[in-house]
C-alpha cells in the first residue's frame, strides 16, 4: 500500500495532500514547485521561459546560485501566507504562486530523466534594458500540471488554496507512519540464537526476512542465488516526540476528528452533496443558489452509495488476486517441471549420443546446445511472466489495502471528495486481469524426441522432430456453474490447466431423462451451454468431450441434473395477440377488444402431470372466457378451441362447454364470476385434460388420447381480467365432478 501514500513529484509520503481536478494527489509543497505561470501580455510569444512581473530587485552582493535553497523556502512561505492573508488584491493572490527571488516558471517535463520526471526551471534574466513592468500591469494565468496524467488546471485567485485537501489520505498516511514506527520498534533480527535477538540490520525485500549483520553474512550471502535479491535498511524507529502517537489520546482516525467545514463558509459544515460539481457543499451554498439547478443529495447517502459502490468493484480486484496468487504458484510449480523435464531430456539425449560412439560427439554437443536453449527460453518466458504478474499483484493488493483503509473512514465528504477516482482506479485494475492473462505461455513438457535408428553416414543430419498433435485431455465439468431452471439445464466446463493441446470445438451429450442412451445437444467452441425444452420431475445424465484434427477425446465424468418438480411460467407477450395486455410480471392478463383473444404461457409441456389455476380478477356482462391448452401455431385472434390447434373449457356465468376444431361437448351447469378459481390438469401420463372450478372437478376428463406439446392458453376479450398461478402441486383428491346434462 505504500506505493498508493507516496507523492508522485517527490516520492516521500504525501504532506498536506491537495486533490487536482483529475483526482490524483500531490502534496502541497510540491504542487508549489510545479505551478506555472503565464502573464497574458506573454502568451502571444514563442514557448519561451521569461522572467515573471518587474525585474528582480538589483541583488545584494554575493547573491548568487546559492541563495536557491532559501528562496524555495521563501517561495513556499510566500504562497501560504499571501494566499490567506487576501489583502493583496487579485494580482497579489497570483504572485504568491512564487517567491520573489524564484521567479521562474514550474513545468512538469516528463522527458527528464529525474526520479519523477518533476522539475522546476530556474530564473530567467531579463534582457538587457527591459523595462520593470508595473505590477498591476496584467492579469497572469496560473495553471498546475498533473504529475501523473499531465492535464492542466488553471488557478483561480485563491491559487493553491482553491484545492480541496484530501484530508482521508492525510488521515490514513499519519496512521501508516504510526504503524510503521511501531513495528520499528521491534525489528529484531529473525535468525539469531541469541535471547534476546539482536537489532535488525538489514530486510531482505524477496525473503521478507530481517537479518542482523552476522547473520546476514552466515543466512543470506551476496553471492549465488542470494546475489540478485534486494537488502534494504528496516523501517526507521521513530524518532520525533509525537512520531509514536496520533496526539489525540489514542483515539481512532475519525473518533476525534474536527468536523470538515466548507471551504467558502468556514462555519457550516457540510450537509449535502452535489452530484453535478462531484463536490460536499453547505447550507450556505445552496441558499446562495450555487447550485440551484444542480442535482444535490444528503451527504450520507451518497457516501453510503460510493462506499457501497468501491466495495463492490473491490469484490472483483479482489478475486483477480486471489487467482494471481494461484497463478504465481502455479508459475514456480512450473518452473520446477522444467527443471525436472529439462534434466530428463539432457540424460536421454545423452544416453543415446553416447550410444553412437564416435561419429555422434559433435552432433552430440550441436542438440545439448538445442535442449538447452529450449530450457532456457521456457525458464525466461516463465520468470518474465511471474515478475511481470508479481507486479501487477503488488499493485492491485496495494490499491487494496488503500481502498479498504479509506472505507474505513467515517469522513463522508472527505471520502466522496476521491471515490470517484478510486472506482475507477479499481475497475481498471479489474480488467488489466485480461482472459489469458493468468495462463502460462510456455509449457513444462519438451516436445522433442531422438530418432536413434539412422545409418551411421545420417549421424550428421540427425534433429529433433516435433511430436504429433495428441487428443485434446479429459475436459472438467464446472459444477458450480451447473443449474436447472424449469425445464431447461445449464451446462460448463473447461479444459484442465496447463493442457497444451489444440482444441477445436466440443460436443456436449444428453441422456433421454429415463436412462436412455446418450445424444448429442451442442457442438461447438463455447464452453457453456443452455438446453430448453426437456421434461418436467426428469433426471437427466450429461457428459462432454473435446476434439481437435487428431481426434476425440475421453469423455469427462457424468453430472446428473434434475429438472423442477412442478412448472413456474407466465404468459408470453411476444406470442400473444396484440391486443392483449399483460401486467403483474407478466401473471395477470386482459384484453383491449370486445373479440376474444388467445395468450399462451411460456411453458411447453411433453410429458408428466402439471396443474395450474387462473384466478378470475374482473367478470363483466357475462363474457365466455376460454381456459385450456394449445400448440404454439393457434389461431390468436378467436376464441381458443375453435380451431384444431387447442383444447379448451369456455364457461359463462352458469355454465361451461368443451371445445375443439368449433365441436362443442359436455354442457356442464355451473360458470364462473368474479373471485372464481379454474384449474387445469394436464396429465401427459394418461394423456387427458381436467378441468376445475373453484377445487371442484367440472364434468368428465374433457379430452383423450392427446399427444405431443402443448403449452397453457387463455382467451378472453375485454369484460374479463384472470391472474395466472403457478408451481402448484397436482391436486391428489378432488370432489366428484358435476355430471353434464347432454
Keep these: 500500500m505504500e506505493e498508493e501514500l507516496k507523492c508522485p513529484v517527490c516520492g516521500s509520503l504525501f504532506r498536506e495532500p491537495i486533490i487536482l481536478p483529475c483526482s490524483h494527489n500531490v502534496c502541497l509543497p510540491c504542487a508549489r514547485t510545479i505551478a506555472v505561470q503565464t502573464p497574458e501580455s506573454e502568451q502571444h510569444l514563442p514557448p519561451l521561459l521569461h522572467s515573471r512581473g518587474p525585474a528582480p530587485p538589483a541583488a545584494a552582493p554575493g547573491a548568487g546560485p546559492g541563495a536557491g535553497p532559501g528562496a524555495a523556502a521563501g517561495s513556499a512561505a510566500c504562497l501560504d501566507s499571501e494566499s490567506a492573508a487576501g489583502g493583496g488584491g487579485d494580482h497579489a493572490d497570483k504572485l504568491s504562486l512564487h517567491s520573489e527571488t524564484d521567479s521562474g516558471y514550474g513545468s512538469y517535463t516528463p522527458s527528464l530523466k529525474s526520479p519523477n520526471g518533476v522539475r522546476v526551471l530556474p530564473l530567467v534574466p531579463a534582457p538587457p534594458g527591459a523595462a520593470a513592468a508595473p505590477r498591476g500591469a496584467g492579469p497572469a494565468s496560473?495553471?498546475?500540471?498533473?504529475?501523473?496524467?499531465?492535464?492542466?488546471?488553471?488557478?483561480?485567485?485563491?491559487?493553491?488554496?482553491?484545492?480541496?485537501?484530501?484530508?482521508?489520505?492525510?488521515?490514513?498516511?499519519?496512521r501508516y507512519q504510526q504503524g510503521r514506527a511501531a513495528a520499528a520498534a521491534a525489528a529484531k533480527c529473525q535468525l539469531c540464537d541469541r535471547s534476546p535477538p539482536e537489532p535488525a540490520a538489514v530486510l531482505c525485500e524477496q525473503c521478507e526476512v530481517l537479518y542482523c549483520a552476522a547473520c546476514q553474512l552466515r543466512c543470506h550471502p551476496a553471492r549465488g542465488p542470494f546475489a540478485k535479491h534486494r537488502l534494504a535498511p528496516p523501517p526507521a524507529h521513530p524518532g520525533a516526540p509525537g512520531g509514536g502517537g496520533d496526539g489525540g489520546g489514542g483515539k481512532g482516525a475519525g473518533g476525534g476528528r474536527k468536523l470538515p467545514t466548507c471551504a467558502e463558509h468556514d462555519l457550516e459544515n457540510y450537509s449535502m452533496y452535489c452530484v453535478s460539481c462531484r463536490?460536499?457543499?453547505?447550507?450556505?451554498?445552496?441558499?446562495?443558489?450555487?447550485?440551484?439547478?444542480?442535482?444535490?443529495?444528503?451527504?450520507?447517502?451518497?457516501?453510503?452509495q460510493h462506499k457501497a459502490q468501491l466495495s463492490q468493484a473491490l469484490n472483483g480486484v479482489s478475486d483477480k488476486a486471489k487467482e494471481a496468487k494461484e497463478f504465481l504458484v502455479q508459475l514456480k510449480n512450473l518452473l520446477q517441471q522444467i527443471q525436472e523435464n529439462g534434466l530428463d531430456y539432457e540424460a536421454c539425449l545423452v544416453a543415446q549420443c553416447d550410444a553412437l560412439v564416435d561419429a555422434l560427439t559433435r552432433q552430440k554437443a550441436k542438440l545439448l546446445t538445442k535442449v538447452t536453449k529450449e530450457r532456457e527460453h521456457k525458464l525466461k518466458v516463465v520468470w518474465d511472466q511471474i515478475n511481470h504478474c508479481t507486479l501487477k499483484l503488488r499493485q492491485s493488493t496495494g490499491l487494496m489495502e488503500y481502498c479498504l483503509e479509506v472505507i474505513k473512514e467515517n469522513d463522508p465528504s472527505g471520502f466522496l471528495q476521491i471515490s470517484d477516482a478510486l472506482i475507477k482506479r479499481v475497475q481498471v485494475s479489474q480488467e488489466q486481469w485480461v482472459k489469458?492473462?493468468?495462463?502460462?505461455?510456455?509449457?513444462?513438457?519438451?516436445?522433442l524426441t531422438l530418432d536413434s535408428e539412422p545409418l551411421l553416414q545420417s549421424i550428421h543430419q540427425l534433429d529433433f522432430i516435433q511430436m504429433k498433435c495428441r487428443v485434446p485431455p479429459v475436459p472438467?465439468?464446472?459444477?458450480?456453474?451447473?443449474?436447472?431452471?424449469?425445464?431447461?439445464?445449464?451446462?460448463?466446463?473447461?479444459?484442465?490447466?496447463?493442457?497444451?493441446?489444440?482444441?477445436?470445438?466440443?460436443?456436449?451429450?444428453l441422456d433421454d431423462g429415463d436412462g436412455g442412451q446418450f445424444r448429442e445437444v451442442y457442438v461447438g467452441k463455447e464452453t457453456l451451454c443452455t438446453i430448453d425444452g426437456l421434461h418436467f420431475n426428469s433426471t437427466y445424465n450429461a457428459r462432454v468431450k473435446a476434439f481437435n484434427s487428431s481426434g476425440v477425446g475421453p469423455y469427462s465424468k457424468t453430472v446428473i441434473l434434475q429438472t423442477s418438480d412442478v412448472a413456474w411460467f407466465a404468459f408470453d407477450p411476444s406470442s400473444a395477440h396484440r391486443d392483449i395486455?399483460?401486467?403483474?410480471?407478466?401473471?395477470?392478463?386482459?384484453?383491449?377488444?370486445?373479440?376474444?383473444?388467445v395468450v399462451l404461457g411460456t411453458a411447453a409441456f411433453s410429458k408428466g402431470v402439471h396443474y395450474w389455476e387462473l384466478h378470475v380478477d374482473r367478470y363483466d356482462n357475462h363474457p365466455d372466457p376460454a381456459f385450456g391448452i394449445a400448440r404454439i401455431n393457434v389461431v390468436k385472434d378467436m376464441m381458443l378451441g375453435k380451431d384444431d390447434k387447442a383444447w379448451a373449457m369456455y364457461v359463462d356465468n352458469n355454465r361451461s362447454w368443451f371445445m375443439h376444431c368449433n365441436s362443442h361437448t359436455n354442457r356442464t351447469e355451473g360458470g364462473v364470476s368474479k373471485?372464481?378459481?379454474?384449474?387445469?390438469?394436464?396429465?401427459?401420463?394418461k394423456h387427458n385434460l381436467t378441468f376445475y372450478i373453484n377445487g371442484q372437478q367440472q364434468g368428465p376428463p374433457a379430452f383423450e388420447n392427446i399427444e405431443g406439446v402443448f403449452m397453457p392458453a387463455l382467451s378472453l376479450n375485454r369484460n374479463v381480467q384472470v391472474t395466472l398461478h403457478t408451481g402448484l402441486e397436482v391436486p391428489q383428491s378432488v370432489k366428484q365432478p358435476k355430471l353434464p346434462n347432454n
Design 279 to 304: 463536490s460536499p457543499v453547505c447550507y450556505q451554498c445552496l441558499e446562495e443558489g450555487k447550485h440551484n439547478k444542480h442535482d444535490v443529495k444528503a451527504l450520507g447517502a451518497m457516501w453510503k
Design 476 to 509: 472438467l465439468l464446472q459444477l458450480e456453474k451447473c443449474c436447472t431452471r424449469n425445464n431447461s439445464v445449464t451446462l460448463a466446463w473447461r479444459m484442465p490447466p496447463l493442457s497444451h493441446n489444440p482444441v477445436e470445438g466440443y460436443i456436449l451429450e
Design 675 to 685: 373471485g372464481a378459481t379454474v384449474g387445469v390438469l394436464l396429465d401427459l401420463n
Design 436 to 447: 489469458g492473462a493468468l495462463e502460462p505461455k510456455v509449457s513444462a513438457e519438451f516436445d
Design 142 to 174: 496560473s495553471s498546475l500540471t498533473c504529475p501523473q496524467c499531465h492535464r492542466s488546471a488553471s488557478l483561480d485567485q485563491r491559487g493553491l488554496r482553491g484545492f480541496q485537501r484530501n484530508r482521508l489520505l492525510e488521515a490514513i498516511v499519519q
Design 581 to 597: 395486455v399483460l401486467s403483474n410480471d407478466n401473471q395477470t392478463a386482459t384484453c383491449n377488444s370486445y373479440d376474444d383473444r
